[in-house]
């Protein structure tokens, strides 16, 4: 148990449709990130929040968008879906912003598009 | 910039035998480097990592890795396979000093483990 929780686990919805995924990251973490992975194309950074900032943004749509709350939990939200977002969606966490430690992972979050 | 590649998408051993994975990066300075599984169903775990200390590095599970420079490689090896280490293995590096948003992830390596 790496001590990152994210709900939902497993979420199926439609075109169009907006989800919201839900991270709780480790006690004492400050940072979050998110992370899509699927089959072709492998594991892609998203975007990163440390205490409540947006630190750093990767290859995230402008459908999709992400906050951090005071409580240090995160939320990714993604709007007028389309099959292609279809994935496995990872939270992580760590204490600091920036490396070479270790980056805690969540279970994940599998959404599937129909 | 940098990148990571991972030769064999899919590795086949038997149990027992030597595991070897294979990671080569391209980084125009220092990098650390890591690797991680992920089991079915699970998160990515971290299995070791190098921070420009020792360039062999062993890691949970039995297995360790080697950085070598001159061949841009950081592989990762196990002795003797068992069943449990059945999952897909990545390789990630980033730029010593820099924040995890440049974590760049390779494109994973399944390993399966015959009995």
């Known amino acids: 148990d790496s001590g990152v929780t994210q709900t939902p686990k497993h979420l199926i919805t439609a075109t169009g449709q907006r989800v919201t995924l839900r991270c709780s990251p480790r006690s004492g973490d400050l940072s979050v990130y998110w992370y899509q992975q699927s089959l072709d194309q492998g594991l892609q950074f998203l975007i990163q929040y440390y205490n409540g900032e947006e630190r750093a943004k990767g290859n995230i749509l402008e459908r999709f968008s992400a906050q951090q709350f005071p409580d240090l939990h995160s939320e990714l939200n993604l709007s007028s879906l389309e099959l292609g977002d279809s994935a496995l969606y990872f939270c992580a966490s760590s204490v600091l912003s920036g490396g070479p430690g270790e980056l805690f992972f969540g279970e994940g979050s599998r959404l599937t598009v129909l | 910039a940098q990148s990571v590649t991972q030769l064999g998408s899919h590795v086949s051993v038997s149990e027992g035998a030597l595991v070897l994975l294979r990671c080569n990066y391209s980084?125009?300075?220092?990098?650390?480097l890591f690797w991680y599984v992920q089991y079915p169903n699970q998160g990515l775990q971290l299995l070791l990592k190098?921070?420009?200390?020792?360039?062999l590095v062993k890691g949970i599970n039995g297995f360790e890795a080697e950085f070598k420079k001159s061949e841009t490689s950081f592989h990762l090896t196990k002795p003797s396979a068992h069943m449990s280490d059945a999952a897909e293995y990545f390789c990630?590096?980033?730029?010593?000093?820099?924040?995890?948003?440049?974590?760049?992830f390779g494109p994973g390596t399944s390993l399966s483990v015959i009995p």
């Open positions: 190098y921070t420009s200390a020792a360039t």
């Open positions: 990630a590096v980033s730029l010593e000093g820099t924040s995890y948003d440049k974590v760049i």
């Open positions: 980084s125009s300075v220092p990098p650390y």
